[in-house]
Structure formats: C-alpha cells, structure tokens
C-alpha cells in the first residue's frame, strides 16, 4: 500500500487521468442513449437536459422506455430510485473518508458519483492518496464532459443514422466494468465476492427493476463476510 499527499492540483489531475480509459465504455453508452432520445420521443433539448441534470445513465436508459410507454411521472420516478440503490451503497463505503468535509461540499461532489468515478476514488483510498475530494472531482468532471458531450453527439448522429443503436457499441461498457473490477480483486474473500455477485445478476437478470443488480450486491458481500469469518 502506498500513501501520497498531493496538491489540489495534483489529486486533480490523477483522478482525470485514472478516468480517462474508463471513457471507452461511457462515450458509446452516452452515444446510444443520444440515438434513442428520439425515436423514445424525447426532444432533443430534453434528452441533452436529462444528461446535464440527472446524470445517471442506467436510470436515464429507464426513464426513456418509461416515457416511451406512457408511465405516469410517479411511477418513473419510484422505479428510477430503484435502480439507483447502489449509489447508496457507493455513498456508504465513502463516508469514512469523506466525514471530514462540510457537508455542501460533499453534497457537491456527489452528483459526479458513477460507477467508474467510485472505481478510481476508492482506489486512490486504498492507496492512501489525499486530497481524495480532488481526486473524485477531477474523475467526476472528466466522466460528465464526456457523458454529456456524447449524449450530444449522438442526439445529432441519431438524426442522420439510421439504426445506429443497433450497432452493439453497447458491449464497450461491458468491457469497462470488467476493466474496472478486476484489478480491485486482490484478496480471497474479494475474489468470492465477485463470483457470486456476478453469477446471481446473471441468474436474477430477468428479474424487474434491476432487482437482480441489488441481490447480486447483497449476495456477493453476504458470501464475501461469511468466508472471512471462516477464515
């Protein structure tokens, strides 16, 4: 384990350029979800807005098919927290190290809380690299530019392209949490955690509301504590 304390800047800089691989699955997936705004009948100023806004892609792809069959605002709004759980979960594990800033600032910071932005800070926490809140701001920033940039190019490029959803560009977001999580596998228990987890979201995928995402969570760290337990 290593410890660093950097500038602002610094921190700054290594959760942007720690993020930066990781736009290989974010940029396509911005881009499909910009392909269908459209055809979901979402305007293009309302599809651009919703990146700019809310900001969660999974809860964004949901939305759409929601608003595309008709669903009521409430109903929308329930099933979207739903899916959006595991940030309370993300929001959980960071709180040890975030409990020292003042609570705007935390508030601040996690509207730029994804998945790969959760990746890099906990890394950087694990590594012991301070100030984590430049860390999680430089990876969040690069993370949003590019959700929002993409959601607009692809809002364009769903104009002039046909079937562009179609392409399988979705499979490159595949490839970024796997990216993701396996250099974090490091122990055992680490290891069952993620084997478990992903065989339950696998055998719970037909499951509504992505139930089957948070089973595969509450599995995954249930066999992961029990074999530590036993160890």
């Known amino acids: 384990m290593t410890s660093s304390t950097a500038t602002f800047g610094q921190a700054f800089k290594i959760g942007a350029l720690e ?3 990781l736009q290989m699955g974010v940029a396509p997936f911005a881009l499909i979800f910009g392909t269908l705004a459209g055809p979901a009948g979402l305007p293009p100023w309302a599809a651009l807005a919703m990146s700019v806004l809310v900001y969660a892609g999974s809860s964004q792809f949901l939305a759409l098919s929601l608003l595309a069959a008709g669903a009521a605002l409430p109903v929308i709004i ?30 601040a910071l996690a509207f730029f809380l994804t998945d790969e932005t959760f990746a890099v ?54 490839a970024t949490f796997t990216g993701i999580v396996v250099p974090l596998l490091v122990t055992r228990a680490q290891v069952i955690c993620a084997v478990v987890a992903g065989a339950t979201a696998l055998l719970a995928h037909a499951l509504p509301y992505k139930l089957g995402l948070l089973l595969a969570v509450l599995f995954g760290v249930s066999a992961a504590m029990h074999f530590r337990e036993k160890a």
Do not use: C, K
């Open 78 to 107: 329930f099933t979207t927290l739903i899916v959006n759980l595991r940030h309370a979960l993300y929001s959980a594990t960071l709180q040890l190290p975030f409990s020292h800033q003042p609570f705007l600032r935390r508030a």
């Open 121 to 174: 800070v906990q890394s950087a926490a694990s590594q012991q690299i301070a100030p984590l809140d430049a860390v999680m701001f430089g990876s969040g920033l690069v993370n949003y530019t590019t959700w929002v940039s993409f959601t607009a190019l692809g809002i364009v490029l769903g104009q002039n392209i046909p079937e562009l959803q179609h392409w399988g560009l979705e499979f490159a977001m595949v």
């Open 19 to 21: 993020t930066l691989p």
